[in-house]
Protein backbone atom coordinates (compact mmCIF):
# COMPACT_ATOMS: atom_id res chain seq x y z
CA UNK A 1 0.00 0.00 0.00
CA UNK A 2 1.26 2.86 -1.07
CA UNK A 3 -1.18 5.35 -0.32
CA UNK A 4 -1.33 8.73 1.49
CA UNK A 5 -4.55 9.81 2.48
CA UNK A 6 -5.86 13.22 3.42
CA UNK A 7 -9.37 14.49 4.70
CA UNK A 8 -11.42 16.63 4.31
CA UNK A 9 -10.57 16.83 0.74
CA UNK A 10 -12.11 20.48 0.39
CA UNK A 11 -12.92 22.76 3.12
CA UNK A 12 -14.31 26.47 3.12
CA UNK A 13 -13.88 28.34 6.48
CA UNK A 14 -14.14 31.60 8.06
CA UNK A 15 -11.33 33.49 9.54
CA UNK A 16 -12.51 33.21 13.33
CA UNK A 17 -13.07 29.10 12.57
CA UNK A 18 -10.95 26.42 14.00
CA UNK A 19 -10.58 23.52 11.82
CA UNK A 20 -7.98 21.04 11.39
CA UNK A 21 -6.58 18.68 8.26
CA UNK A 22 -5.72 15.30 8.69
CA UNK A 23 -2.87 13.11 6.32
CA UNK A 24 -2.13 9.64 7.00
CA UNK A 25 -0.09 6.92 5.93
CA UNK A 26 0.32 2.92 6.79
CA UNK A 27 3.70 2.48 4.91
CA UNK A 28 5.99 2.60 8.13
CA UNK A 29 7.13 5.81 7.07
CA UNK A 30 8.88 8.56 9.70
CA UNK A 31 9.04 11.52 7.65
CA UNK A 32 5.93 13.22 6.80
CA UNK A 33 5.52 16.55 5.07
CA UNK A 34 2.92 19.04 5.12
CA UNK A 35 3.27 21.25 1.79
CA UNK A 36 1.28 24.63 0.51
CA UNK A 37 0.77 25.06 -3.04
CA UNK A 38 -1.05 28.23 -4.81
CA UNK A 39 -2.29 28.15 -7.85
CA UNK A 40 -0.18 27.62 -10.53
CA UNK A 41 2.96 27.76 -8.34
CA UNK A 42 5.31 24.91 -6.84
CA UNK A 43 4.80 22.98 -3.16
CA UNK A 44 5.86 25.49 -0.72
CA UNK A 45 7.40 23.67 2.50
CA UNK A 46 5.52 24.33 5.64
CA UNK A 47 6.67 21.21 8.12
CA UNK A 48 8.51 17.89 8.46
CA UNK A 49 8.13 15.35 10.97
CA UNK A 50 10.79 12.99 11.65
CA UNK A 51 10.13 10.00 13.69
CA UNK A 52 7.57 11.83 14.89
CA UNK A 53 9.65 15.31 15.84
CA UNK A 54 9.18 18.57 14.25
CA UNK A 55 12.26 18.77 12.59
CA UNK A 56 11.38 21.68 9.90
CA UNK A 57 9.24 24.63 10.32
CA UNK A 58 9.74 27.29 7.27
CA UNK A 59 8.65 30.17 9.52
CA UNK A 60 5.03 29.48 9.23
CA UNK A 61 3.02 31.39 10.68
CA UNK A 62 0.92 30.34 14.07
CA UNK A 63 -2.59 29.80 13.02
CA UNK A 64 -0.59 26.79 11.73
CA UNK A 65 -0.44 24.20 14.32
CA UNK A 66 1.29 21.01 13.07
CA UNK A 67 1.01 17.91 15.14
CA UNK A 68 2.06 14.08 14.74
CA UNK A 69 0.29 11.95 17.33
CA UNK A 70 1.79 8.87 15.97
CA UNK A 71 4.08 8.05 13.38
CA UNK A 72 1.08 7.32 10.84
CA UNK A 73 -1.06 10.27 11.24
CA UNK A 74 -0.44 14.07 11.07
CA UNK A 75 -2.43 17.14 11.64
CA UNK A 76 -2.70 20.51 10.49
CA UNK A 77 -4.73 22.92 12.83
CA UNK A 78 -5.61 26.02 11.59
CA UNK A 79 -7.16 28.76 13.42
CA UNK A 80 -7.72 32.14 12.71
CA UNK A 81 -6.56 32.09 9.10
CA UNK A 82 -6.45 34.81 6.62
CA UNK A 83 -8.07 34.56 2.93
CA UNK A 84 -4.50 34.56 1.83
CA UNK A 85 -3.85 31.09 3.48
CA UNK A 86 -6.42 29.66 0.39
CA UNK A 87 -4.44 27.40 -1.29
CA UNK A 88 -3.65 23.34 -1.61
CA UNK A 89 -2.61 21.65 1.21
CA UNK A 90 -0.65 18.45 0.80
CA UNK A 91 0.85 16.24 3.02
CA UNK A 92 3.84 13.85 1.71
CA UNK A 93 5.75 10.77 3.66
CA UNK A 94 9.05 9.16 2.72
CA UNK A 95 10.58 6.47 4.33
CA UNK A 96 13.75 5.82 6.19
CA UNK A 97 16.70 5.13 3.90
CA UNK A 98 13.76 5.52 1.32
CA UNK A 99 14.27 8.27 -1.30
CA UNK A 100 10.75 8.98 -2.98
CA UNK A 101 7.83 11.00 -1.21
CA UNK A 102 4.65 9.86 -1.76
CA UNK A 103 2.27 12.76 -2.18
CA UNK A 104 -1.78 12.77 -0.69
CA UNK A 105 -4.42 14.03 -3.15
CA UNK A 106 -4.69 17.58 -1.18
CA UNK A 107 -7.14 19.52 0.79
CA UNK A 108 -8.40 22.55 -1.05
CA UNK A 109 -8.92 25.29 1.29
CA UNK A 110 -10.60 28.58 1.49
CA UNK A 111 -10.75 30.96 3.59
CA UNK A 112 -13.63 33.38 3.74
CA UNK B 1 19.88 28.51 -1.23
CA UNK B 2 19.23 26.00 -3.70
CA UNK B 3 16.91 27.43 -6.62
CA UNK B 4 15.25 24.87 -9.13
CA UNK B 5 14.36 26.13 -12.63
CA UNK B 6 11.87 24.33 -15.09
CA UNK B 7 12.25 25.47 -18.93
CA UNK B 8 10.06 25.80 -20.69
CA UNK B 9 6.88 26.80 -18.26
CA UNK B 10 4.41 25.66 -20.84
CA UNK B 11 4.43 23.42 -23.75
CA UNK B 12 1.91 22.38 -26.56
CA UNK B 13 2.22 19.44 -28.78
CA UNK B 14 0.44 16.99 -30.82
CA UNK B 15 0.07 13.73 -30.21
CA UNK B 16 3.01 11.50 -31.19
CA UNK B 17 5.59 13.89 -30.68
CA UNK B 18 8.53 13.22 -28.62
CA UNK B 19 9.55 15.92 -26.26
CA UNK B 20 11.79 17.18 -23.43
CA UNK B 21 11.22 18.81 -20.46
CA UNK B 22 14.26 20.54 -18.47
CA UNK B 23 15.05 20.93 -14.68
CA UNK B 24 17.75 23.20 -13.88
CA UNK B 25 19.81 23.83 -10.17
CA UNK B 26 21.69 25.70 -9.08
CA UNK B 27 23.96 23.85 -5.84
CA UNK B 28 25.16 20.62 -7.42
CA UNK B 29 25.37 19.11 -4.02
CA UNK B 30 21.84 17.25 -4.31
CA UNK B 31 21.59 13.95 -3.00
CA UNK B 32 18.64 13.06 -5.77
CA UNK B 33 16.58 14.23 -8.06
CA UNK B 34 12.96 13.72 -8.45
CA UNK B 35 10.01 14.07 -11.51
CA UNK B 36 6.42 14.33 -10.35
CA UNK B 37 3.81 15.09 -12.60
CA UNK B 38 0.52 16.45 -10.85
CA UNK B 39 -2.99 16.81 -12.44
CA UNK B 40 -5.00 19.44 -11.73
CA UNK B 41 -6.12 20.33 -8.00
CA UNK B 42 -4.41 17.28 -7.64
CA UNK B 43 -1.91 15.85 -5.68
CA UNK B 44 1.83 14.51 -7.05
CA UNK B 45 2.71 11.61 -8.45
CA UNK B 46 6.37 10.31 -8.48
CA UNK B 47 7.99 9.32 -12.23
CA UNK B 48 11.33 8.84 -11.93
CA UNK B 49 13.98 9.35 -9.03
CA UNK B 50 18.01 9.80 -9.84
CA UNK B 51 20.06 9.29 -7.32
CA UNK B 52 23.17 11.84 -7.53
CA UNK B 53 25.57 9.37 -8.45
CA UNK B 54 23.34 8.00 -11.46
CA UNK B 55 23.20 9.44 -15.30
CA UNK B 56 19.28 8.18 -15.90
CA UNK B 57 16.44 6.48 -15.30
CA UNK B 58 13.80 4.97 -17.20
CA UNK B 59 10.00 3.72 -16.76
CA UNK B 60 8.08 3.02 -20.09
CA UNK B 61 8.18 5.81 -22.39
CA UNK B 62 10.07 8.01 -19.52
CA UNK B 63 13.86 9.00 -19.62
CA UNK B 64 15.74 11.04 -16.84
CA UNK B 65 18.88 11.99 -16.83
CA UNK B 66 20.96 14.00 -14.34
CA UNK B 67 24.10 15.84 -15.37
CA UNK B 68 25.16 16.91 -11.53
CA UNK B 69 28.04 18.81 -12.30
CA UNK B 70 26.15 21.28 -14.94
CA UNK B 71 23.33 21.45 -12.53
CA UNK B 72 20.76 20.02 -15.36
CA UNK B 73 18.32 17.26 -15.68
CA UNK B 74 15.91 16.31 -18.43
CA UNK B 75 13.01 14.43 -18.56
CA UNK B 76 12.68 13.12 -22.24
CA UNK B 77 8.80 11.70 -23.07
CA UNK B 78 8.66 9.11 -25.89
CA UNK B 79 5.74 9.40 -28.20
CA UNK B 80 3.41 11.77 -26.09
CA UNK B 81 -0.22 10.86 -25.59
CA UNK B 82 -3.25 13.00 -25.11
CA UNK B 83 -3.46 11.53 -21.17
CA UNK B 84 0.29 12.71 -20.73
CA UNK B 85 -0.90 16.45 -20.66
CA UNK B 86 -0.35 17.49 -16.89
CA UNK B 87 2.42 19.65 -14.99
CA UNK B 88 5.38 18.03 -14.76
CA UNK B 89 7.86 19.12 -11.47
CA UNK B 90 10.99 17.91 -10.70
CA UNK B 91 12.32 18.40 -6.88
CA UNK B 92 16.04 18.08 -5.67
CA UNK B 93 16.54 16.66 -2.35
CA UNK B 94 19.12 19.09 -0.53
CA UNK B 95 22.31 17.41 0.38
CA UNK B 96 22.87 18.50 3.66
CA UNK B 97 19.02 18.17 5.19
CA UNK B 98 17.57 14.84 4.18
CA UNK B 99 14.61 16.04 4.68
CA UNK B 100 14.11 19.26 2.33
CA UNK B 101 13.13 19.00 -1.27
CA UNK B 102 13.51 22.14 -3.64
CA UNK B 103 10.52 22.23 -5.91
CA UNK B 104 10.75 23.63 -9.13
CA UNK B 105 7.80 25.66 -10.67
CA UNK B 106 6.63 23.19 -13.32
CA UNK B 107 6.01 22.72 -16.85
CA UNK B 108 2.56 22.38 -18.04
CA UNK B 109 2.42 20.21 -21.03
CA UNK B 110 -0.81 19.71 -23.21
CA UNK B 111 -1.12 16.93 -25.59
CA UNK B 112 -3.10 17.76 -28.44
CA UNK B 113 -5.38 14.72 -30.01
Known amino acids: DTEVTQTPKHLVMGMTNKKSLKCEQH?????MYWYKQKAKKPPELMFVYSYEKLSINESVPSRFSPECPNSSLLNLHLHALQPEDSALYLC???????????FGPGTRLLVL | KQEVTQIPAALSVPEGENLVLNCSFTDSAIYNLQWFRQDPGKGLTSLLL?????REQTSGRLNASLDKSSGRSTLYIAASQPGDSATYLCAVKEGYNFNKFYFGSGTKLNVKP
Open chain 1, 92 to 102: ASRGTGGETQY
Open chain 2, 50 to 54: IQSSQ
Open chain 1, 27 to 31: MGHRA
